[in-house]
T-cell receptor, first 114, second 114 residues
């Protein structure tokens, strides 16, 4: 079964700092990749997704992620974070066939200091 | 569309009582997922349905948990009897395609069992 690893459990940054959150998955076949964000007290919302094509994916709110197949990675980046980016970020993967479930990583809590 | 609708938003119940959580997926979506989120275990997939049929219930903790999807617009997650360790936020999500596109999450039900 596929699995997703997010090695950064809690990241603390100052406003305007650059962000990179790591995500690695275990499945070797074709995958669909997602980043979700959960603001405090809210539900998960999609930030961006990768199905195929350009491995550099642009999402909402200035986020982007790069799919590197050889490294089984899909790291999330933002060049300059804002206080409002304080949230928990989840990477997720699904295999690209059949009735496949979405597997989430354990999440990374991001705290932005004003 | 109003998105995925869950009810109730908050539920406080005594240990041993039956609890029923409800979910209305986005119209036209044919996959529905139940997740549980806790500080200790993160986001766990409990069960998911495709075209109202349970596909994978391996995440259901034990026999006290059951889920149904009698039609395309309604699902329930039942806990009977409830225990304090069931306290968590339960999210329902739905997605459009069989091969799995992004999932849209409801606002969640915060369950407290005392």
């Amino acid at each position: 079964a596929q699995s997703v690893s997010q090695h950064n459990h809690h990241v603390i940054l100052s406003e305007a700092a650059s962000l990179e959150l790591g995500c690695n998955y275990s499945y070797g076949g074709t995958v669909n990749l997602f980043w979700y964000v959960q603001y405090p007290g809210q539900h998960l919302q999609l930030l961006l997704k990768y199905f195929s094509g350009d491995p550099l994916v642009k999402g909402i709110k200035g986020f982007e992620a790069e799919f590197i197949k050889s490294k089984f990675s899909f790291n999330l980046r933002k060049p300059s974070v804002q206080w409002s980016d304080t949230a928990e970020y989840f990477c997720a993967v699904t295999r690209n066939f059949g009735n496949e479930k979405l597997t989430f990583g354990t999440g990374t809590r991001l705290t932005i200091i004003p | 569309d109003a998105g995925v609708i869950q009810s109730p938003r908050h539920e406080v119940t005594e240990m041993g009582q039956e609890v029923t959580l409800r979910c209305k997926p986005i119209s036209g979506h044919n996959s529905l997922f139940w997740y549980r989120q806790t500080m200790m275990r993160g986001l766990e997939l409990l069960i998911y349905f495709n075209n109202n049929v349970p596909i994978d219930d391996s995440g259901m903790p034990e026999d006290r948990f059951s889920a149904k999807m009698p039609n395309a617009s309604f699902s329930t997650l039942k806990i009977q009897p409830s225990e304090p360790r069931d306290s968590a936020v339960y999210f329902c999500a739905s997605s459009l395609a069989q091969g799995h596109t992004e999932a849209f999450f409801g606002q969640g039900t915060r369950l407290t069992v005392v």
